[in-house]
């Protein structure tokens, strides 16, 4: 599955943030399953999914 650029920003963003809520995490662990979902969920029709369950930080 071809990825574009916003897909791979995506990908990273949201394992950067759950690396950040979960450092007790390994980080190639976090990155692989973050790839994982992404890759399983490929069909979904609204292509931000993924951020959509994580919480959102305002300052």
């Known amino acids: 599955m071809a990825e574009s650029e916003g897909d791979d920003l995506t990908i990273r963003l949201v394992a ?3 690396v950040e809520a979960h450092p007790q995490l390994e980080v190639d662990l976090v990155q692989r399953s973050v790839q994982t979902a992404h890759e399983e ?3 979904a029709r ?3 999914y993924l951020p959509t369950y994580l919480p ?3 300052s």
């Open 16 to 18: 950067e943030r759950l």
């Open 41 to 43: 969920l490929g069909y």
């Open 46 to 48: 609204l292509p931000t």
């Open 56 to 58: 959102t930080y305002r």
